[in-house]
């Protein structure tokens, strides 16, 4: 039985995979998360793992931990071989991208990864064009709770890239950091604009979707029958999330909390539960506010034609786009995958 490590990125269908292709897959253990819910694992110890221990625990913490942690992987490498599976997998877009800065080091997550779950596992990585990720990756940002604008969000990433997520959308720093602990054999990295058509669309060959196809190749499975992608989290239109941006200032929530707020903790409730059984903390107190002002910016939206600002200013746009095309060349070289064009495209 073999081991893979989805880890993203964000806004590359990592969603409707989880929920439509790994989870229902009967070839694949699949430990989540997309288990039941789009938030939820195979049990609440695993949730613990991948949503809190690895991502965001101090280096203490995780050591104390770390143990208790193999053994209760390997707890599941024992339920999926007496299943008969050929593998087990994991996948959640925390472990390739750090959404918060609350997150440890990606070095260290990488790391952590590697012990836990073994270095010959095989890393399952889907990109897409930098530009584009950056743009749906504000959005997403936007639509849970950020107040900053595009150019405010992207003069952060440069001006602290020191601390920022920058390091995670330069493509040969990702690849790097992956060989240090995993087999670089073992690395699979699938470009996601060789699976769509001009409109968006994902790409069919012979009634297959042909990223499916490519997953179940690289993972030598069956195409599931009848399969169909689900739709999963859909983006809001750039009228909606000019609407959400303004009432993100009004209301602060998640993304847009304080240093000393955590963001997205209903993500983190069953580490929470496991320390303290009579909570007087709302665990989904902003998932609350978020939904509630989603309501309010797309019915604001049904009557405003104002949509979101895509604006930068010449600097920042400039030392991306250099930044971005630099990394594209050197992880070509590095991978020997070749990118489409529009990885060096300007904004």
């Not at 509630?292 to 600002?309: F, G, H, Q, V, Y």
Request: charged share 25%; glycine share 4%; hydrophobic share 35%.
């Amino acid at each position: 039985m073999k081991k893979f490590i989805h880890i993203g990125m964000p806004k590359t269908l990592t969603s409707a995979l989880q929920e439509g292709f790994f989870s229902q897959h009967d070839e694949i253990h699949f430990l989540g998360v997309g288990v039941g819910s789009l938030i939820d694992y195979v049990n609440d110890e695993i949730n613990r793992i991948f949503e809190t221990l690895i991502p965001y625990s101090s280096e203490s913490y995780y050591l104390k931990n770390k143990k208790i942690s193999k053994d209760v992987i390997n707890l599941e490498h024992a339920h999926a071989r007496e299943q008969g599976k050929l593998w087990i997998g994991v996948s959640s877009e925390w472990l390739g991208f750090n959404f918060s800065p609350e997150m440890v080091d990606p070095e260290l997550k990488t790391k952590r990864l590697s012990e836990l779950m073994g270095s010959d596992a095989h890393i399952i990585l889907i990109i897409r064009n930098n530009i584009g990720f950056l743009k749906s990756l504000y959005a997403e940002l936007v639509k849970v709770g950020l107040p900053l604008s595009f150019q405010e969000y992207c003069e952060y990433l440069w001006l602290f890239q020191d601390r920022s997520s920058l390091s995670e959308l330069l493509y040969d720093e990702q690849y790097e950091r992956l060989a240090r602990y995993f087999q670089r054999d073992r690395i699979h990295i699938l470009v996601l604009e060789s699976h769509r058509n001009a409109d968006g669309s994902l790409i069919e060959n012979n009634n297959e979707i042909s990223l499916i196809s490519e997953l179940c190749a690289l993972l030598g499975i069956k195409y599931p029958e009848n399969f169909s992608l689900p739709q999963v989290n859909p983006s809001l239109n750039k009228y909606e999330l000019k609407k959400k941006l303004e009432l993100n200032k009004e209301v602060r929530h998640d993304f847009g909390n304080l240093i000393f707020e955590p963001s997205n903790i209903h993500r983190s409730r069953k580490q929470i539960q496991s320390v303290s059984d009579n909570l007087s903390l709302d665990i989904f107190k902003n998932v609350k506010i978020k939904r509630d002002l989603l309501e309010k910016a797309k019915l604001a939206a049904a009557s405003s034609k104002d949509s979101i600002d895509f604006y930068l200013s010449d600097e920042i746009k400039c030392a991306l786009q250099s930044k971005f095309k630099k990394s594209n060349f050197r992880f070509e070289k590095l991978s020997g995958v070749k990118l489409p064009e529009e990885y060096y495209s300007a904004f």
